[in-house]
């Protein structure tokens, strides 16, 4: 039995010491192309791990269990189109037709590590949608790579203090 707590010690110790562990990932929000929450959870696993960041694993958290200590939460919000979508004759988003129309998204993705708050990542960008925008992509690696490194999550974890910033409503 006390192998069990030193080794859980350990872990949570490597993790506040800067590098590593398992990071569970949530998705919400409205993402063009992605009809449900375990399709999105699934494609930013993937595309984290692009970001290659040193000694950090990415799953994707299940449906419906109670969020873990170590995870990675991201939301997304379709910004206003100023594309003139009010006046628009064309029925919106007919089934996965967009119409290769670009759409300003702001992107969050929070860290927490066992169990508190941590960081903040924040970017705009300009997606058409779906799993295979190359726009959407390089949005998320960026975004993965700025939480991951050291003036991201080590600079928060280091200073004992989570970034201030506010969730998106």
Known sequence: MAQVGLGSARSVC??????????????SGAVPGFHRSEQLRGYLTSHMAEAQPVDWRFEPAATGDAPTPDRVKWHFKLDPYAGGEVRTVVPPYTDDETFAVHRPITIEARLYLNGKYRTLGKK???????PDDPNLVAAVVSLTQQLMSRSGAHRSINNGRPDQGQPLR
Do not use: D, M, Q, T
């Not at 705009?124 to 779906?130: L, V």
């Open 124 to 130: 705009k960008a300009n997606i058409e949608g779906a």
């Open 14 to 27: 490597a993790a506040y010491a800067g590098g590593g562990g398992r990071l569970e990932v949530e998705g």
